[in-house]
Each structure stands twice: as structure tokens, then as C-alpha cells.
């Protein structure tokens, strides 16, 4: 099981840019598929964006390419996602977790951190 911790979230105007951190507990990511999510009140959580560990590769939303970019360290086990050009439509709860496999499902991720609050204003 991998423990995660989201930080880095907080209030924005519309148009700017916040950078979300995703602490892991395990020493490497390698075999992780690690994935971040959002849920607006009254909403589904939805899947904004994933790294896949062993390839390095990324892969996102519709509603957010060319705005965020998810990327890793591995210095500090630690995956990013850093958010440009904010809407406030993008006001949610940010989550990230962890998976085996690929997927833009959450019941697909089974290790999750307890979120990290965005706000836009317009």
C-alpha cells in the first residue's frame, strides 16, 4: 500500500497558476501508475491527469491538456502537477493516488492521498 500527501493547493485568480505536490511513502515509483483527480460539489470525481512510472509517460484529460503538466521527481518521490492558465471551472478537490495499471478510472486507483483544496475566482 502506498501512502500519498497531496499539498500546494489554495485560492487564484482566474488565469494563473498554482503547482500541486504529491508526496509518496514508497521509494520508488517505478511500478506505479500515479494519477491525479478532481471532484467539484455535487460532482463526480473525474480524472485529470496520469504518470505511468516504468515508461515515464503522461497522458490527460481533454478538459485540461495544454493547461497542466504532470511530472515526477525522483529525487524526492514526489509527483507534480502544475496547473496554468486556471479557470474557475477547475475549482474542485485535487486528489492523487496510485495505481497498477493505466486508467482514467478512479475505482481503477486504490491508494489515495486526502486532497488538496483549488479555488478560481473569476
Known amino acids: 500500500q502506498v501512502q500519498l500527501a497531496e499539498s500546494g493547493g489554495g485560492l487564484v485568480q482566474a488565469g494563473g497558476s498554482l503547482r500541486l505536490s504529491c508526496a509518496a511513502s514508497e521509494p520508488t515509483l517505478n511500478n506505479r501508475v500515479i494519477g491525479w483527480f478532481r471532484q467539484a460539489p455535487g460532482k463526480e470525481r473525474e480524472f485529470v491527469a496520469g504518470?505511468?512510472?516504468?515508461?515515464?509517460?503522461?497522458y490527460y484529460a481533454e478538459s485540461v491538456t495544454g493547461r497542466f503538466t504532470i511530472f515526477r521527481d525522483n529525487t524526492k518521490n514526489t509527483i507534480y502537477l502544475q496547473m496554468d492558465h486556471l479557470k474557475p471551472e477547475d475549482t474542485a478537490i485535487y486528489f492523487c493516488?496510485?495505481?497498477?495499471?493505466?486508467?482514467?478510472?478512479?475505482?481503477?486507483?486504490?491508494?489515495w492521498g486526502q486532497g488538496t483544496q483549488v479555488t478560481v475566482s473569476s
Open positions: 493516488a496510485a495505481s497498477a495499471a493505466a486508467s482514467r478510472s478512479h475505482r481503477a486507483f486504490g491508494d
Open positions: 504518470h505511468i512510472g516504468t515508461a515515464g509517460s503522461t
